[in-house]
């Protein structure tokens, strides 16, 4: 990592995420895409902050990423209380659709994994419809042996440019970590329930719920068995509170 991105860092709870916009994030992609630069990017929010707490292998793995994205306006407004403020929340969303618009655009090989098997079946069908120029050399429902090598072998014979996996965290940051560490090149990134959305599944707020950074609230009302993954938040702000008290003393 170079001087100028390492500047670009802010740390909360002892990750350190990417001070860059959406479009900073997509151009720095970009660039790393047209050289064949081997990329392993994180798209994190509260809950997988506080999980990398309490689990230090998963923080280990996260210190592997080449980029973390701050998706969840939880992780801007606690930057903004420890005064090292990150410029804007980065959806974990909104950058596969930037970088499905790139692959569209530059004809890449594409690799998509995750979801149920009608659930894959209906984002494919969607991403030829929207992005017709993307090869997309293959994809493969998320219920299988996670730590079954074949499926490894089986996406590396694809030599994908990109491939997005969704079997949510902490699952997909580990298979992401071993396809890495086998393989030369390609963007890999975790994209969580981002195949329920682009399939017509689930829908994303409004945009005036988004405008107001209040996503959250819709989905635990839409989906009140959130609520367990949501009682982190409490935690997570008390954790960010003693951390601004240390870093003053």
Known sequence: MDERMMQSKVTILGIPFDNMTRK???????????????TFLVTANPEIVMYAQD???YYELL???DFIAPDGIGIVKASHALGTPIKERVPGFELMLGLLEIADLEKKN??????????????IAKVKEKWPHINIVGYHHGYFNHADPEMIEKVKLTDPDMIFVAFGF??????ISNYLSQVTHGIAVGVGGSFDVLSGKTKRAPGFVQSLHI???YRLIKQPSRYKRMSVLPKFLQEIYKQKKKEKN
Not at 110 to 116: K, N, P
Not at 170 to 175: A, G, L, S, V
């Open 170 to 175: 902490p699952r997909q940051e580990k298979w």
């Open 63 to 65: 210190m592997q990423a």
């Open 55 to 57: 689990n230090q292998d």
């Open 110 to 123: 594409v690799y998509f994994i995750g979801a149920e098997e009608d659930i894959i079946e209906r984002t």
């Open 215 to 217: 996503e959250w609230l």
């Open 24 to 38: 900073d994030f997509l151009k720095e992609l970009y660039i790393r895409l047209n050289h064949d630069q081997k």
